[in-house]
């Protein structure tokens, strides 16, 4: 059974740190790309990062570069997916979701697999 269970979220002042967490087991997602991405309210799900299979390679979105800063463990059976995210803004405030595909892509529609969500909030 394919799960992609996320962590983490909360409620956050702005320019504090949150660390994001996403397990992912069911498939063998050690040779998938994962990534972040995240919808605020009455907005569409927009890309946040990625992380190539290996971790070696990484890409953010603009408005997170610098602040935020994704990576993964692959072990045996699960991969684990974590997203830093420091120097929060109110707009940041949006539900995470993380995401598990086999193309090296930024598109909502490249990825196959999701989580539930985390919501993160962040207040000014």
């Known amino acids: 059974q394919v799960q992609l269970v996320e962590s983490g979220g909360g409620l956050v002042q702005a320019g504090g740190s949150l660390r994001l967490s996403c397990a992912a087991s069911g498939r063998t997602f050690s040779r998938y790309t994962m990534g972040w991405f995240r919808q605020a309210p009455g907005k569409e799900r927009e890309f946040v990062a990625r992380?190539?299979?290996?971790?070696?390679?990484?890409?953010?979105a603009d408005s997170v570069k610098g602040r935020f800063t994704i990576s993964r463990d692959n072990a045996e059976n699960t991969v684990n997916l974590y997203l830093q995210m420091n120097s929060l803004k109110p707009e940041d405030t949006a539900v995470y979701y993380c995401a598990a595909g086999t193309s090296w892509s930024t598109r909502v529609s490249e990825y196959a697999y999701w989580g539930q969500g985390t919501q993160v909030t962040v207040s000014s």
């Open positions: 992380i190539n299979w290996s971790g070696s390679s990484t890409y953010y």
